[in-house]
């Protein structure tokens, strides 16, 4: 029974298949919102940031493309893309770690010419630059890892190829987070995060490549340490900025490090830290249990992280088309909208803009000041009427990114004195 | 000859089983070890590199004294506790039934998961927790204590909390067998409670005291979540050492880890087995 079974099924599928391709090759240019990708299952993977239940349902009902998510701490995910290639179909991670994942071939590179929306994407994407007039930041920067020099590219180019690894989805600029009311003074500097004044009261994150930027911008700004490149340093950079931590770190200045997002939210909360570094959403969670807490925009700048889907090497046919369907469906505004209002950027700003009601537009968007009260997509009142963005607009923040997350050559050698480090 | 291969045949499923998911995979992780890796990948080789950064590191000493250090006073503290419950439960309480009912109260914590009696610890000891709070109500101090979260002392004490019950458990057990009779042959012989106690009690529960030491020592010389969650990640341990590497993909070096701990463990068993034959006391 069983075998015979399979056999009806695979010749429907067949057929199914076969009248696909028919229609495909028909009807070529305007692409209809999925007659034959209804029942098509895209399995997804990455960090919480994104991996959002909402977006699962809301393609359900717009493409009937069924998305399952799997939301993963930023190692884990590195760890998924780059050994696990048969787990997903969509790897949502972010644009430093393609630098690590794109060499495992677990990826293929996406055609621009099928993504609609490719000439609106914000040129930190193409170019590299936000506006013509801008200077990029040191780190990974996403164009220098965006694009590879054909279908089966194998390294990165820095011009606009056609081929992208990645397409961008979301990215923000981070900065400090503090809680306004348990310090009383301005904050301006990254030094702070090491001022004496709030021993035992600090964090920063124990995620090596993203903590590594946290130090250096510290480092940086203190005056201790002059980098060639933040994002790509020396042995010896590396050496000096872990001792300036590690002597920290023994005095007592750290109350913790936190490594999942929960874990941030809770300890800037229950007032155990009081200056940290943090996510952007981490900032909105806190707030929305009614406590003060400021992500603060700093003289020296902001540093800066983007995430992108990519698809998996194994894709093709009928998934390959749901999978380029719904990277269409994802920049078409939806989700950007649903992004922006929690504090993100969406890689296609335009058309989240008719997501956004004018009021959440001019806060998240242009800095103005509410007009109204702003509330997240889950309902929490986030700002009342007459408040205005920390950092201001989207040109002010992602026009001050300092640098980019990112890989460094020394990699290997920095997670050991990371580990030192936390050992210490 | 036949009585032979039904032997064979009756020892075969179990030992096919730990074959299969015991020994294979420390096969593996031996191999492994000396393996080379990249960034992104892992690559066959033979090389002690891993090995040899793993000794030159005076980090791994560190983390090593620190994981005996934290086995050694979890012990000790598990081990005065868990003896008093079971000589509480075993002497003291006098019915059945009632041994049962307090027995099974010892077990309800262990109801809800590992994770969440761990992190609940964490409002309660924080800066603003609970404790703290009382305490200050209470005049007895006036600054919350830092060190009560985050700290050597949080870990220590949710080892305790995690892992008192391995102990009490087959404490309990043997003294459940010990005769009565040779206790009240001692009272009779004119031993006082203490003179039972040293050399009638301790000395029957050896099996049970070193079951529960074996049991607490590897629990703790293996964990790393206690001590991540505890320490707000600022103590390490091995297990961290080795799940750092495991998360940024440094596989050879992480079972090279693993396998040091291993061995170190097994040596500790070893002498741990030296002092008391447990098949035989069994």
């Known amino acids: ?424 | 000859m036949n009585k032979r291969i039904t032997a064979w045949l009756q020892a075969a499923p179990i030992a096919a089983v730990l074959l299969a998911f015991l020994v294979a995979p420390i096969i593996m992780i031996v191999i492994v070890s000396f393996w080379g890796a990249t960034e992104y990948s892992i690559y066959p080789a033979f090389i002690f590199d891993n090995y040899e950064f793993l000794f030159s590191s005076p980090v791994t000493y560190t983390v090593f004294f620190n994981t005996f250090k934290y086995a050694a006073i979890t012990w000790a503290l598990t081990l005065v506790i868990g003896f008093t419950v079971a000589y509480f439960l075993a002497f003291e309480v006098r019915t059945l039934k009632w041994q049962i009912a307090l027995f099974l109260l010892c077990t309800i914590p262990f109801w809800t998961s590992n994770i969440i009696r761990m992190i609940s610890w964490i409002p309660f000891l924080g800066r603003n927790g609970l404790a703290n709070s009382t305490l200050i109500s209470w005049g007895v101090i006036d600054e919350p204590l830092e060190w009560l979260l985050f700290s050597d002392f949080s870990v220590i004490l949710a080892f305790v909390h995690l892992y008192t019950l391995f102990m009490v458990v087959p404490i309990f057990n043997s003294m459940m067998r010990i005769d009565r009779s040779l206790i009240e042959a001692a009272r009779d012989g004119g031993a006082s409670g203490l003179q039972t106690l040293r050399h009638v009690i301790i000395p029957l529960c050896k099996p049970g005291i070193m079951i529960g030491t074996i049991f607490v020592t590897t629990l703790v010389m293996g964990d790393f979540i206690t001590v991540r969650f505890m320490s707000g990640s600022q103590r390490a341990n091995v297990g961290r050492l080795i799940s750092n590497d495991i998360s940024l993909l440094q596989y050879p070096s992480a079972s090279a880890t693993a396998v040091v701990l291993l061995i170190t463990v097994l040596i500790v068993i070893g002498l741990l087995l030296r002092l008391v034959d447990i098949r035989k006391e069994l």
């Not at chain 1, 809680?179 to 021993?199: A, G, V, Y």
């Not at chain 1, 130090?215 to 050496?239: F, H, L, P, S, W």
């Not at chain 1, 995430?307 to 078409?332: K, R, T």
């Open chain 1, 1 to 424: 029974m069983t075998t015979i079974s399979k056999i009806r099924y695979s010749r429907r599928a067949l057929l199914k298949t076969g009248g696909a391709a028919l229609a495909a090759s028909a009807l070529p240019a305007p692409m209809v919102w999925g007659q034959e990708t209804k029942n098509i299952t895209l399995r997804q993977f990455g960090t919480g940031v994104s991996n959002l239940n909402e977006v699962a349902t809301k393609v359900k009902e717009d493409l009937g493309i069924t998305l399952e998510m799997t939301a993963l701490d930023t190692d884990s995910v590195t760890q998924r893309a780059a050994t696990q290639p048969d787990s997903f179909d969509i790897a949502d991670i972010e644009y430093f770690v393609a630098k690590k994942v794109w060499p495992t071939g677990n990826l293929q590179a996406m055609d621009a010419t099928k993504i609609t929306n490719y000439d609106k994407i914000v040129g930190t994407f193409r170019s590299g630059k936000l506006t013509p007039e801008s200077t990029i930041a040191q780190g990974t920067a996403p164009h220098t890892v965006g694009f590879v020099e054909g279908p089966d590219g194998t390294s990165f180019v820095d011009n606009e190829s056609g081929w992208m690894t990645l397409i961008p989805t979301i990215y923000n600029a981070d900065t400090l987070g503090i809680r306004p009311d348990l310090i009383d003074r301005p904050i301006e500097s990254w030094t702070e995060l090491l001022n004496p004044e709030f021993k035992g009261k600090a964090s920063i994150l124990d995620i090596s490549s993203i903590g590594i930027m946290d130090m250096a911008m510290v480092c940086e700004a203190m005056g201790e340490i002059q980098y060639g490149d933040k994002g790509n340093m020396t042995r010896e950079e590396i050496d000096k900025t872990f001792a300036i931590f590690t002597e920290a770190k023994k005095n007592g200045q750290f109350r913790a490090f936190w490594k999942t997002f929960d874990e941030s939210v809770n300890l800037m909360a229950s007032g155990e830290v009081v200056i940290q570094s943090m996510w952007s959403p981490a900032i909105t969670a806190v707030r929305s249990r009614g406590i003060p807490c400021v992500y603060q925009p700093l003289k020296e700048g902001y540093r800066s992280w983007g995430g992108g889907i990519g698809l998996s090497a194994s894709l093709s046919g009928m998934e390959l088309d749901a999978a380029y369907e719904y990277i269409n469906w994802y920049l078409s505004g939806w989700v950007g909208g649903f992004l922006m209002r929690q504090g993100y950027y969406s890689a296609v700003p335009e058309t989240s803009k008719n997501f956004m009601s004018e009021n959440e537009w001019g806060y998240w968007f242009e800095g103005k000041e509410s007009t109204d009260v702003i509330t997240s997509p889950f309902g929490d009142k986030l700002a009342g009427a007459g408040e205005v963005r920390d950092g201001g607009s989207f040109y002010d923040r992602m026009g001050a990114v300092a640098c980019w997350n990112s890989v460094m050559q020394e990699n290997q050698y920095m997670v050991r004195k990371w580990n030192e480090f936390i050992a210490a």
